[in-house]
């Protein structure tokens, strides 16, 4: 499958962006679609993940409570909808996507910047 990432963008602290990630090609039979997140100089780590099934959710610790992923079967898109952004959220978010053949995130977007400003 084929992910594209958008919705990434300068913002001040305190504020939001929505990120989306379609996915092409097919409608998406996969069992997950999920945020990581690179700082500058870190190792990739988790964000979010979305059982596309289900719509249950998980969270890493760092954004619980400020962000929400969503999805849209009939769109084949997913979101993140991030508020009370910080500094330290800055970071490229990319999106992946787990097949039901290999289990694990397998499919990648290109990755999209968020800056947050202080």
């Known amino acids: 499958v084929q992910l594209q990432a958008s919705g990434g963008g300068l913002v001040q602290a305190g504020g939001s962006l929505r990120l989306s990630c379609a996915a092409s090609g097919h409608t998406f039979s996969g069992t997950y679609m999920g945020w990581f997140r690179q700082a500058p100089g870190k190792e990739r780590e988790f964000v979010s993940q979305?059982?596309?099934?289900?719509?249950?959710?998980v969270y890493a610790d760092s954004v619980k409570g400020r962000f929400t992923i969503s999805r849209d079967q009939a769109m084949n898109t997913a979101y993140l909808q991030m508020n009370a952004l910080k500094p330290d959220d800055t970071a490229v978010y990319y999106c992946?996507?787990?097949?039901?053949?290999?289990?694990?995130?397998?499919?990648w977007g290109q990755g999209t910047l968020v800056t947050v400003s202080s």
């Open positions: 979305i059982r596309w099934s289900s719509g249950s959710t």
């Open positions: 992946g996507a787990v097949s039901v053949k290999t289990g694990r995130y397998d499919s």
